[in-house]
């Protein structure tokens, strides 16, 4: 029926495949590492996105040293409360979370399709930091926004959404995992935490120029007039290397913002979304 | 005599890695931090000894007994991918931070091809048991030796002030490009 060749064959391969696989049985039960099974039942529970927000290299690295009491149960930041809540049921422990606050990334800089001033055309690959690289951008402000979308591709939750140029996040899908802040060349994004009662707003500009030199390149930049300082709620603006800051630690629901908005020359202070309603609660 | 120039030909005059090209992937993945590199150059030195001496067992009683050369790739495939299983144990058992270290790069050992390479190079170049052996140890300390080497130079890198376009994997290739032309010094050390 079969060649005789075909019969050798197989069972030449069949011979050694069996003779491997029991070496690789007794090795097995001799080498065999007891794993700890609530690092296995916590990796269960974890979304397995292995995003990095938590500061582990992936979540299997998170089940481990939150297992071990290294990291606290509510280490997950796009698993959010349910996920703590789950992981510490498997530990038996509490969560003590912080209610009322939230984690996003900010976009600091303005200028949109219409405003922006450029130099020269760029003709390269669309990315932001192909253009840095090799032209250090033709965007006539150094600190701008580039707008060739590359935070909004390297978002692994889909929440940054190129709008006129300029990425815009869904307060509702970020995580505040920072994989935008590391692949923005020109450190325009940066995680703050905002109080979820308060009002949503933000220096959209990230240059360090001075005043008139930031005027010759943009509308809508930061002058370092200092303005902020002085009619925005107390301790919340400070102006610093020509750029103004808010220090998100220092405001709550009650800083009223509108007189810094209205009185800023050039409008670079902005509300920006805050997440929906209900996701509040949930 | 002529086990000598076996072994100093695979380690400097034809070094798998910068001679041949082969086993780029762990070269330029695993090389930069030494300890990983060291790590990564003597699980690759013991799965490429063991690999001569059980290829050469193999080809020589059962391949060539039976008449079917042609299960060659087969077989020694199954060889390497049970070594390198047998490794992972190992090092997951008593060394779990080279284990965490090599990461992905120990399975992928298995499809080395430095490692196939060894084997079938020393079916085509008809070496005896003896000869086996030395080559393939000597294949794992070239190994080692150019991963090493390696990892030397870009910890050494990491403290220089690159030009920005450079950064990364281009310097990483260009390092390679002037290691491979340096250790083409060597040639000619050993008689053809």
């Not at chain 1, 940054?160 to 505040?176: F, K, Q, S, W, Y």
């Not at chain 2, 001679?19 to 060291?38: K, N, T």
Request: proline share 5%.
């Amino acid at each position: 029926m079969f060649e005789p060749v075909v019969i050798i064959s197989a069972s030449t391969m069949a011979g050694l495949g069996l003779l491997f696989a029991g070496l690789l049985g007794f090795a097995h039960s001799k080498l065999k590492v007891e794993e700890n099974p609530e690092v296995t039942e916590i990796e269960d529970i974890l979304p397995g996105l292995d995003c990095g927000a938590c500061g582990y290299p992936g979540c299997h690295q998170l089940a481990k040293n939150v297992a071990s009491g290294d990291a606290p149960p509510d280490s997950c930041v796009p698993g959010g409360e349910e996920v703590a809540k789950k992981i510490a049921d498997v530990l038996g422990m509490e969560v003590s979370s912080e209610p009322g606050r939230i984690r996003l990334a900010v976009v600091h800089c303005g200028a949109d399709d219409e405003e922006k001033q450029w130099v020269g055309q760029y003709e390269g690959v669309e990315s932001c930091r192909t253009a840095e690289l090799t032209t250090g951008g033709n965007l006539k402000c150094e600190y701008g926004c580039l707008g060739y979308g590359d935070c909004a591709r390297a978002c692994p939750f889909d929440a940054i959404e190129m709008v006129d140029g300029l990425p815009r996040v869904d307060p509702d899908a970020c995580t505040a995992c920072g994989e935008c802040v590391e692949t923005c060349p020109r450190d325009i994004i940066a995680i703050e935490e905002l109080d979820l009662a308060g009002d949503f707003v933000k220096v959209a500009c990230n240059s360090e120029d001075e005043g008139s030199a930031v005027r010759n390149k943009c509308d809508v930049g930061c002058i370092a007039c200092g303005l902020c300082e002085k009619m925005g709620p107390d301790e919340v603006f400070s102006v610093e290397d020509n750029l103004s800051r808010m220090d998100y630690s220092n405001y709550d629901e009650e800083a009223d913002f509108e007189m810094a908005i209205d009185k800023c020359p050039t409008g670079c202070i902005v509300e920006f979304p805050s997440p929906e309603e209900d996701s509040e609660t949930a | 005599m002529e086990f000598f120039f076996i072994f100093v030909a695979i380690v400097l005059t034809q070094n798998f890695v910068l001679h041949y090209f082969l086993g780029i992937c762990p070269f330029l993945g695993v090389s930069d931090e030494m300890e990983g590199a060291f790590g990564m150059g003597i699980a690759t030195t013991f799965v490429m000894t063991l690999t001569a001496i059980i290829t050469w067992n193999i080809n020589t009683f059962i391949l060539k007994a039976f008449n079917v050369e042609f299960l060659e790739y087969v077989s020694f495939i199954l060889v390497i991918a049970s070594l390198v299983q047998l490794v992972e144990m190992f090092l997951k058992k008593y060394l779990p931070e080279l284990y965490e270290t090599l990461g992905i790069y120990l399975p992928l050992i298995t499809t080395n091809c430095a490692v196939l390479g060894l084997a079938l190079f020393m079916v085509l170049r008809e070496y005896n048991f003896l000869e086996s052996a030395i080559f393939g140890f000597g294949a794992g300390v070239g190994f080692t030796l150019a991963l090493v080497i390696m990892a030397g130079i870009r910890g050494e890198l990491n403290e220089e002030d690159i030009p920005k376009p450079f950064r990364g994997t281009a310097i990483t290739l260009l390092v390679a490009g002037l290691l491979a032309l340096a250790f083409m010094g060597f040639s000619g050390l050993v008689p053809t």
